[in-house]
């Protein structure tokens, strides 16, 4: 039986090897990364096993358009390699979307594989005016309306927004995966 929890300072190690293994040690050097470092995530979720072994990892972070409208970015979303094909992915999308709308977000996006996000909802071509602060696949660059209408408004350069973690500068280990729930 897969849990979902919110993420917590004992599922650090594990998420950041499951991380490591499913997108590579260099994974930091992602356009996205730009938009995640030095923040802390909105929603940040794991699923864990019975025994309480982490399964799978999801984040949303705040990232804000050149006028300052707010969307959310999720990533990485990552399923340990023995529960992939189980459902866990999407219980874990499920869940993150599900609170994102709960908590009044208007829109969520992300870079990723279109055949699987697609059943989600998310789509392409619907962030023609909106760009990220490096190199990606235009094809790739997906959104989803929480709120009909949101992603029309969103334009220019995405940046970083929400709250700073100030603890990162300690380093991982003594950076603690707060989440800033919003409302």
């Not at 999801?58 to 707010?70: M, P, T």
């Not at 790739?140 to 995405?158: E, V």
């Amino acid at each position: 039986m897969i849990t979902i929890v919110d993420e917590a300072l004992e599922h650090f190690s594990a998420r950041e090897a499951l991380l490591d293994l499913g997108f590579g040690e260099d994974r930091h050097l992602k356009t996205c990364e730009r938009l995640r470092a030095g923040r802390i995530p909105v929603f940040a979720y794991v699923a864990l096993d019975e025994a309480g072994k982490l399964a799978g990892t999801v984040r949303l972070w705040s990232v804000q358009d050149e006028g300052g409208q707010s969307s959310l970015l999720l990533g990485p979303l990552a399923v340990a390699s023995e529960y992939r094909g189980r459902g866990v992915g999407d219980r874990l999308m499920r869940h993150a979307l599900n609170q994102a709308s709960t908590h009044g977000h208007g829109s969520v996006i992300l870079v990723g594989d279109p055949a699987y996000y697609e059943r989600f909802g998310f789509s392409s071509g619907k962030l023609a005016r909106v760009i990220l602060p490096g190199p990606f696949e235009q094809h790739r660059f997906l959104c989803l309306d929480l709120r009909p209408g949101h992603i029309r408004g969103l334009q220019g350069a995405l940046v970083a927004a929400g709250t700073v973690d100030v603890k990162q500068s300690l380093g991982p280990e003594k950076s603690f995966p707060f989440v800033a729930k919003t409302t």
